[in-house]
């Protein structure tokens, strides 16, 4: 019932395949990082200097001249290319200035909702006559892009949506009719990515099928309603727009008729990998922002920063904003090398870990200030409010981005056997025991981990918890994955996909502070001491949420097998 533990030339080159997508970490090159810090100068002194964050969440509106300079630094067309007037940036370069973009929450959702999700099917779907009608204007940020997908009755269940486009009688128009909900910037976006139900014909079988057309408001049939008056990002746009009777040239179809779903959620994994560095931005932000205070501040005759427990606080952050800052930046760069496989898995893996961590360090940070942290004179609070909105949108964290797209993916890629963590180059390694001993290449002759930390407990830790991921979880897991065998759908077992999926986060975190860590000691870079010191701390960290997990996954099982005919191969 274990995963078979031959291993072929096909087998190997396949691992070898897979570990050289996380080690050795991504490195960028010295004209690549000469662009990168040339870009990022002037965009931190904009937001250093005429960022007024306090004003923008106190009237809700970002004002004109901040969002002009926005745009004169090229930011509303930081990934188109360059042919089309953007700054065709990387992946690892957008993370980068997401870094410092995300200093201010209501900016960070504007520009977000402009191209990460707003423009972004032009740019992964549109056709070329598409592309070049409306990417420069886009890019300069004379037109404002917005992503409407949400409805009043349709929300996580995103396949549901009402919103329906009909084909005209002269067939040279849709006409769009419906109402969307929440849509981020969508008072005053001139181009939309609208998703609307179509009828197709299947094998001669008339179905009803999700397309995505491009839409401009200057079409006409479209109205945006009042601005919604929130609890966070305040100076971001998030309206309610409504289509009656809106004609859309069928030229303006985003792909085929009948693909938008795919489309939909392909825009929406494609951007999440950047959600770690934008929190890890924020995070170090906070720290620099409490630490004078927790070094001034008295209590007791004794500085804050004198106490165990404020120190455990900015453990906490410094540890947090490491892993995501690891994590996103490893995705990045995977998503930038050509040919390597899909990442929305570890993108999606970055974006639960970094808003649910995100969450609990503005909370930490707060807490350092005390009283004064709960008050307006002080950003703290502000922090608080904005990143609220992080596990709720761009489908929210706690079921659908986790276990259901997340897992499935993860079940597709196991079974493809190209999932690009360490993960997939451990399972087809074990033998159908325990205390095998396994191994991962991770350390020995060739192992990918730097020397002095395969020493350490560190390889331990990963190579015990991906062993007992594929010894425990894996087969009693297949149950669940492989339709036919157990069970149709994974969709009802959410506490055992929570878990799974809580697991393999961790495994991936670890493997990516390891790549980097083992980089840094490569490359003798500076202060990679304390990195190694984070590593350890992190490493322990994770060991021990990862075995509560692995403890409430063999629970679940030993009732599940208790209440079935299963094979009992739980511990
Ligand atoms: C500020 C803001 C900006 C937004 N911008 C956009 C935008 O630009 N474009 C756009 O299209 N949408 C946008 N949205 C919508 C956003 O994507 C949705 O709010 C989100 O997908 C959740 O949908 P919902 O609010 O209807 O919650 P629901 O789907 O009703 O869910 C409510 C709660 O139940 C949980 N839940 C739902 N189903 C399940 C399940 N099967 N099992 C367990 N738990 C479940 C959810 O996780 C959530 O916690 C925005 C929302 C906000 C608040």
């Known amino acids: 019932d274990l ?23 991504p490195e960028i090159g010295n004209e690549e990082l000469e662009e990168i810090n040339q870009l990022v100068a002037p965009v931190e002194k904009f937001f250093n200097e005429e960022v007024d964050s306090a004003k923008i ?13 926005l745009k004169e630094l090229g930011l509303f067309g930081i990934m188109i290319p360059e042919e089309f007037g953007g700054l065709g940036l990387s992946n690892t370069m957008y993370a980068r200035l997401a870094e410092i973009i995300s200093l201010d929450g209501s900016i960070a959702v504007t520009l977000a909702a402009h191209q990460a999700i707003g423009l972004k099917g032009i740019l992964i779907a549109g056709s070329e ?3 070049q009608k409306y990417l420069p204007k886009l890019a300069s940020g004379e037109h404002i892009a917005a992503f409407c997908l949400t409805e009043p009755g349709s929300g996580s269940d995103a396949a549901s ?6 084909l005209s009688e002269d067939r040279k128009h849709f006409l769009l009719n419906g109402t969307k909900i929440w849509i981020s910037n969508g008072g005053f976006a001139d181009i939309m990515t609208v998703f609307a139900r179509t009828e197709v ?12 057309f491009i839409v401009e408001r ?8 009042k601005p919604e008056d929130k609890l966070g990002i305040r100076g971001s746009n998030t309206c309610e727009v409504s289509f009656d009777n809106a004609p859309v040239p069928v030229e303006n179809v985003l792909g085929e008729i009948g693909g938008g779903f795919k489309i939909a959620m392909n825009i929406l994994n494609s951007g999440r990998f950047s959600m770690g560095s934008s929190s890890a931005g924020m995070i170090k932000k906070l720290i ?41 930046y490893l995705t990045a760069g995977m998503m930038d090398r050509p040919g390597l496989a899909d990442s929305s898995v570890e993108a999606a893996m ?37 990143c609220r909105i992080l596990p709720i949108f761009e489908k929210s964290s706690d079921w659908s981005s986790v276990p259901l797209s997340f897992l499935c993916s993860l079940s597709r890629e196991m079974k493809k056997g190209n999932i690009g963590l360490a993960l997939g180059m451990m399972g087809k390694k074990l033998k159908s025991s325990f205390g095998v001993s396994v191994d991962l290449g991770l350390i020995g002759k060739d192992g990918v981990v730097h020397p002095s930390l395969a020493v350490r407990t560190s390889c331990k830790s990963l190579k015990d918890l991906s062993s007992f991921f594929y010894l425990v979880c894996f087969p009693e897991a297949q149950c669940f994955f492989f339709p036919g065998k157990c069970k149709e759908t994974i969709v009802d077992e959410q506490l055992i996909l929570k878990r799974v999926a809580d697991l393999v986060i961790n495994l991936y975190a670890m493997t990516a502070v390891l790549s980097r860590a083992s980089r840094s000691i490569s490359i003798g870079l500076r202060n990679h001491d304390y990195e190694v010191c984070k590593v350890l701390n992190i490493l322990r960290r994770n060991r021990s949420s990862a075995i509560k997990h692995f403890l409430e996954l063999n629970d679940h099982f030993v009732i599940i097998q208790s209440n079935s005919n299963l094979p009992n191969t739980h511990i």
């Open 218 to 225: 200057a079409f006409g049939g479209i109205t945006s309603g």
């Open 161 to 166: 949506i009402q919103t329906r486009a009909t």
């Open 288 to 328: 620099e922002l409490t630490s004078e205070y927790a070094a001034t501040r008295k209590q007791f005759n004794k500085s804050l920063s004198e106490f165990g427990m404020i120190q455990e606080k900015f453990a906490v952050m410094a540890l947090n904003a490491f892993v995501m800052e690891s994590m996103a």
């Open 57 to 69: 969440d106190h009237e809700a509106k970002i004002p004109a001249e901040t969002l002009n300079g």
């Open 129 to 131: 006559a598409q592309k």
């Open 201 to 212: 014909t299947v094998d001669g079988v008339k179905k009803d099928k999700i397309s995505a």
């Open 350 to 386: 970055v974006k639960v870990f970094s808003s649910e961590g995100g969450w609990i360090c503005v909370s930490e940070a707060l807490q350092v200030l005390g009283g004064l942290g709960y008050t307006k004179n002080y950003p703290y609070e502000r922090y608080v409010r904005d």
């Open 3 to 25: 995963p078979a533990v031959g291993q072929g030339e096909e087998e190997r080159g396949q691992e070898q395949q897979t570990r050289t997508e996380v080690f050795p970490y």
